[in-house]
């Protein structure tokens, strides 16, 4: 059965056990939903040896990628389903929804397990977080948040507040600590390395789309529109303005 977009924006992915990507570890890298595994279906190599094939010879290149991503979801059934229970559920995605999600989907719904594969793949959740963060319309659904801003300057300990605030259960967004950047003059986070700007986005939509309630307020930091490399949404921008 496939899971829509429609279906996710309504709060219904918490139905799922998990969240199985099985795109390249380069693509899931860039960006993925937060808190998907990866079991790729194919590697990096083998992803560009089945498209360079396929351009030249279609038929060739199904024969490689089936035998291929075969052999690779072999390899996943055994190092990660030993201890999954008849029951268990999982959302698998990938570019489009297509060949590779199917393709796992068919082998766990034989073994018995009740897989769903996410209608549109990763290009229709991309498609849904855009809408979301940087939708200014009067009808945004960015609009039904409450956000109160808390300033200050560079080292006067705006974090440490945002922090407490969470401790008490408040809801927060740090976009410090999801940019990896302490921003202004200070840099990166220690040992750290920024994500991507898609994937600073999806955190910020997994926060505000399934964990937060919308009745209480939401407590964020006054930054800039750009943290180290990444930039604050437009949408969440203009609502924090």
Known sequence: PYFTVAQFEAGEIGKFDEIIDV?????????????????PVLSNEERVRVGSLYAKDKMAGRRLGAALISKNISGHILTHLG???????????????????????????????QPSVLDGGYKAYRKMVRNTLFDESESSVMNKFNFIKISGP?????????????????????LEQLARHKGSVLGLYPGQRQP????????IYEQLMTSFDPSKVI???????????????????????
């Not at 929804?97 to 796992?104: E, F, I, K, P």
């Not at 800039?224 to 969440?236: A, E, F, H, M, N």
């Open 219 to 241: 407590w964020i930091e006054n930054e800039s529109s750009k943290i180290g490399d990444t930039i604050v949404p437009l949408g969440l921008w203009r609502k924090m303005g």
């Open 196 to 203: 991507s700007q898609k994937y600073f986005e999806s955190q």
């Open 154 to 174: 560079t080292g006067s300990g705006k974090s440490v507040i945002l922090e407490a605030l969470q401790e008490r259960g408040e809801q927060i967004i740090h």
């Open 83 to 113: 201890d999954k229970p008849g029951n268990y559920r999982p959302l698998i995605y990938c570019w489009r929804g297509g060949q590779r999600s199917r393709s796992l989907a068919i082998v766990l719904q034989e073994i018995g397990f």
């Open 23 to 39: 795109r390249t570890p380069l693509e899931w890298d860039e960006d993925r939903i937060p808190g998907a595994v990866n079991w």
